[in-house]
């Protein structure tokens, strides 16, 4: 059975950090790209970050870079994401999702398998 986890969120205070991680089961993951949504109350899901087929490959949003890592270890069938310097304002359920790409890159679209998220609170 195909499965995406999330895990590592929590509270922490404003300028702290977290890791999260995407554990995977039930597929290659070194076929697939791999990305970060979050989607914080009342507002429409969005993407963070992503990391393609071949981890050099990667994406972050704006509001993000410099403050965000993404990294796989596809030994340990996991996707990391790194956040550090958090702002109250990237309080948000994040999301981890798949997709088996036509390319080495990736996206925010195409993603077929998604995880059920884990809730980060940033406290000011």
């Known amino acids: 059975q195909l499965q995406l986890v999330e895990s590592g969120g929590g509270l922490v205070q404003s300028g702290g950090s977290l890791r999260l991680s995407c554990t995977t089961s039930?597929?290659?993951?070194?076929?697939?790209?791999i990305a970060w949504f979050r989607q914080a109350p009342g507002k429409e899901r969005a993407g963070v970050s992503c990391i393609g087929r071949i981890s050099t490959l990667f994406n972050y949003t704006d509001s993000v870079k410099g403050r965000f890592t993404i990294s796989r270890d596809n030994a340990k069938n996991t996707v990391y994401l790194q956040m550090n310097s958090l702002k109250p304002e990237y309080t948000a359920d994040y999301y981890c999702a798949a997709g088996r790409l036509a390319y080495s890159g990736c996206a925010y679209v195409g993603m077929e398998y998604w995880g059920k998220g884990t809730l980060v609170t940033v406290s000011s």
């Open positions: 039930g597929f290659t993951l070194n076929q697939y790209a």
